[in-house]
Each structure stands twice: as structure tokens, then as C-alpha cells.
């Protein structure tokens, strides 16, 4: 056990420095689950929920920038393996690990390059943090479309409901507009 947390001391390169509660300070004000967890009064709140939940992905798309661009510098720019983004049609990105040759991508590209004998151990410290910081990044990510996207369809249904209903009122406080049957409409 002592001889593990040597080794690992000493293979800290320290080229990678992962996100710290200092990037994420900025987002932490719009993002609470106390924000999801509260009564909301109707379409308005949950647009504007829906509106924030998009504006901290977009926060979160920064910050996945700044990491891809620390793997892009040196010494990670000497491997055969790159971190980048991609981006969905829905306008999420996630950072993916892709091979210079082929282009293949995935978690196994990093699993592959770890287990290389032509990877430095110097440097299996950094692209173990690295790998740890995209994980949290893309989880994230995920988590906040997903947040954004179920607001904005409750808010629409809500509306929806709130127009139906208006509607009915509209036939009470005016009988004369009262809904025919649907053959009858003229």
C-alpha cells in the first residue's frame, strides 16, 4: 500500500491542472437543486428555470473548452490520443477521446494509451486526472440538457393545460361562444 501511493506520488507531472471550485464558481449561483425543488408557479418559472439550466451547459461548454485545450499543449500534444470535443445536434458537447490515426474514439482509446509501454509514467498521472475531469465534465453536461430540456416541456404542457382552461372559462363567462359539436361548426 505505501510502495502504491510512493509510486503514484512520483508519477505526478502536473502538466494538467483540473478544474477547481474556482471555475465552477460563477455557475454554482444559478445552479441549486433547491431550484428544482420548489413549487413552481407556472410556465414563466419553469422557462426561466429552463433558460438557466441552458445558460450553466453553456457555462459548462466553456470550461470543457479550457480543458481541451490544456490536452492540446505540450507533452500531451506527443501522444497518439487526443481529448475533443463533439458536439451534438442539440448543441451539447462532450468531450470524447479520439486517436490521431484512425479517428476511432472512446474511454477504451484512454484505457489503450494508459496501458502502453510507450506512455511516459510521468505523465499516466495527468491523463488519469484528465480522464476524471472529463467523466465529471460530461455527466454534467448531460445532467443540465436533460434538466433544460424537461423544464421547457413542462412549461409547454403547462401552457397547454392553462390554455384549455381559459378556454372553459371562456364558455362559461360567454354562453353564446358555447363549443358545438364537431359536425355542427360552421
Not at 470550461?63 to 485545450?69: C, R
Not at 490536452?71 to 490520443?81: M, N, Q, T, Y
Not at 470524447?96 to 474511454?107: C, P
Not at 472529463?134 to 409547454?156: D, F, P, T, V
Amino acid at each position: 500500500m505505501g510502495q502504491t501511493n510512493s509510486t503514484a506520488e512520483s508519477l505526478q507531472q502536473g502538466a494538467f491542472r483540473p478544474l477547481q471550485q474556482d471555475a465552477f464558481q460563477s455557475l454554482q449561483h444559478g445552479a441549486s437543486l433547491k431550484g428544482l425543488l420548489k413549487p413552481f408557479k407556472g410556465k414563466g418559472d419553469l422557462t426561466q428555470f429552463a433558460d438557466q439550466c441552458q445558460a450553466l451547459r453553456a457555462g459548462l461548454k466553456d470550461l470543457a473548452h479550457g480543458v481541451v485545450d490544456q490536452a492540446k499543449r505540450h507533452p500531451f500534444s506527443l501522444l497518439p490520443v487526443r481529448l475533443i470535443e463533439q458536439n451534438t445536434a442539440v448543441g451539447t458537447t462532450f468531450l470524447r477521446w479520439q486517436h490521431i490515426s484512425n479517428r476511432r474514439m472512446g474511454v477504451a482509446i484512454w484505457a489503450d494509451m494508459i496501458g502502453a509501454s510507450k506512455t511516459p509514467e510521468s505523465m499516466l498521472q495527468d491523463l488519469y486526472k484528465m480522464e476524471l475531469q472529463r467523466i465529471l465534465l460530461n455527466m454534467q453536461m448531460s445532467l443540465m440538457h436533460s434538466i433544460a430540456k424537461q423544464a421547457a416541456e413542462c412549461a409547454e404542457k403547462m401552457g397547454q393545460a392553462e390554455a384549455t382552461y381559459h378556454a372553459r372559462l371562456q364558455q362559461h363567462t360567454n354562453p353564446s361562444h358555447k363549443q358545438q359539436p364537431q359536425g355542427e361548426r360552421t
